[in-house]
């Protein structure tokens, strides 16, 4: 057991459970709307709060622990197919942009799935997009527990189950308590420490080692193939493109950052986000990413990469620093964790229960429903995490692109093409994923050598047009309410919205 | 790609004007995602793809390559959003009515 090392990750949860309890205060005073205050924080997120959120959530245990890892193992590829992360937040939130959020208030969306059942109305695409993501995201949630555990189990001594435990018994208090204030306030804190925590590693590593000198000696003595193009990561030019699509065009429409796209306060908010988050999650990203091969200074021969960054860290700085370091990792995992169970949770609560279920379900009730089912996901995750699978790095992304492939061509197209309809969105969904996974595991001529998310979304597109030239346009009141004026859609709920009881809208009956 | 707004249905209600703006940042944000892959992946095959490692020439430490190509790139794009924004994204209310004021809480 290393005191000087658990010491400062005990304060560490300390500050989240401090957050937790702060938000759900906050929570309690709101009597309005409470489901929209569990579930987005009131749609009130100014700049700073959201550009941290956003980053933390996106980056997640491969960018300090997987990525190192891949990085130590295979070379600086790895860094350059990382670096397509980098204007995600700028990408994700100008491609869903203003529209998504002026929709999310007028039809009072909650979820993505409240966005595709408003926009296709065919329970066909609701229940395929709630299964993938609570499916998807419950796998991606597991690796990120087992990852962050490893190395804290290395680094501390501490028992697995102990560590596994504590912390994600931390998560679950705050996010099933706090709601998304908790998760949202507790992101920033923690992507305030990856930040430092990315440019201290840099000057204290290069510091202690006296440049990059040393570390090219090194690596050209290990393995000069680490410094080359394809290298041994078998980057060529159409797989490195590819990794752009998967971490930087698509990455928006991942549930639990397309919700942060609905949450902000006004356009100053969303602009300020837009332009400062590129230059973050650089740092962040060459930050850790890069101490992958100085790792080779102190770690010649390691079997698995993951372990790399951690234990140079352990060798170069006093326990208390490492300690504090260490919180950047654990903070990564907590604040990706935190946002994907509330996900899930309101995919359980609003989108499966209340629509097909319970539909006459209460505001507070739903809130209050949303802590027991956020407390439920997360104890299945920490189940599933005590038993382990085996290679971290892999199963995240294989979660992440089957999402992307799901989710994207209806989302972004649905908002911004009207002729787009269910058949298409249906289509594009089952076509897509199927091909994802046929060209992932049996068939990998049909990826033509790039990530399979490439093809499968070729794929998912075609159909969707197909679909949608196939069958029937959307109905006019769909229409109205995603290109309308407010004006537009009151006067439509007037006419024809008295006769049809407001049935189609299951975001607003209450 | 997706963005192409189409009219062929004939539109017999008010449009929101807002979603004008909002179709046309989409699309910046797809010409910058498109700039910037092109970009990172042309110099990064330009100058580093297919050469061993003893014909690699060093930037400060890095291979040439991968200094232009992820450090130089990922630096420069990370200003650009700034002047995008500041150029040609519009400061629009987000309530329903787009009104600027919005109504206490947002809703009735």
Sequence with gaps: MRWAIIIPLIAYLGVMLAIGVWSYQRRLQVTEDETGQYYLGGRSLGWFVLVFTLLASAASAGTFIGGPGLVYSGGYGWVLVSIFQVPTAFVALALLGKKFAILSRKLDLVTITDFLRQRYEHPAVVIASSVGVVLFLVAYMVPQFVGGTRVLQAVTGVDYNVLLITFAAVVLLYTSFGGFLADAISDTFQGILMLVGGLVVWIVLLAAIGGLGPVNRTVTEVNPALFTLPGPGGFTPQMIASYSLQLGLMFCVLPHLAVRAMSYKDSKAVHRAMAIGPAIMAVITLGFLCMGLVAHMYQPDLEVGDMALPLTLLDVLPDGVAGVLFAAPLAAIMSTVDSMILVVSGVIVRDLYKTYVKPDLSDHAGARLGTIASATVGIIVIGLALKPPAYLEYLIIYAIGGLEVLLFVPIVAGLYWRRGNALGAALAMVGGASWYVVANEWVPDLTLGMFPIATASAVAFALYLLGSYIGPPPRHEVLVKFWGSQRAIDDMLATSGAARGGGWDGGRTQ | ?108
Excluded: C
């Design chain 2, 1 to 108: 790609m997706s963005i192409a707004t189409r009219r062929d249905d004939d539109v017999d209600f008010e449009e929101d004007p807002r979603y004008e703006q909002a179709n046309r940042e989409a699309r910046w944000a797809i010409g910058y995602w498109l700039a910037f892959t092109v970009v990172v992946t042309g110099l990064a095959w330009w100058l580093g793809y297919d050469k061993p490692a003893d014909e690699l020439s060093f930037v400060l430490g890095f291979p040439a390559w991968f200094f232009w190509s992820v450090l130089v790139t990922s630096l420069v794009f990370a200003a650009i959003p700034a002047w995008i924004i500041r150029r040609h994204f519009k400061d629009v209310p987000l309530t329903k009515d787009g009104r600027h004021v919005p109504t206490p809480e947002g809703r009735q």
